[in-house]
């Protein structure tokens, strides 16, 4: 069975970081892209981050320079850092796997950026 647990959501002014981070299971963690969407209120889904098997990354150009995608295949997780936070950042951040395209999602992390 597959999961992907998210962590690191939370409250922060702009300005500010955070990092999240999705810790997978049930999957051989290193032959799986991995990656990052965010879902704003009243929005689709959009994405934000992905990072290959081999460690190539991409980037959504509106957080480009500002976050970070990184993975640790022994700890099987993937992280995303977060700087410069800005108001229109703030949505539920899903991570997301699989190998030709995303078939593995998790529950969800609200980011919220607010002074």
């Known amino acids: 069975q597959v999961q992907l647990v998210e962590s690191g959501g939370g409250l922060v002014q702009p300005g500010g970081s955070l990092r999240l981070s999705c810790a997978a299971s049930?999957?051989?963690?290193?032959?799986?892209?991995m990656g990052w969407y965010r879902q704003a209120p009243g929005k689709q889904r959009e994405f934000v981050a992905t990072?290959?098997?081999?460690?190539?990354?991409n980037y959504a150009d509106s957080v480009k320079g500002r976050f970070t995608i990184s993975r640790d295949n022994i700890k099987k997780t993937v992280y995303l850092q977060m700087n410069n936070l800005k108001p229109e950042d703030t949505a539920v951040y899903f991570c997301?796997?699989?190998?030709?395209?995303?078939?593995?999602w998790g529950q969800g992390t609200q980011v919220t950026v607010s002074s």
């Open positions: 997301g796997s699989g190998r030709n395209k995303f078939d593995y």
């Open positions: 990072v290959t098997s081999g460690g190539a990354t």
């Open positions: 049930g999957i051989i963690f290193r032959l799986y892209a």
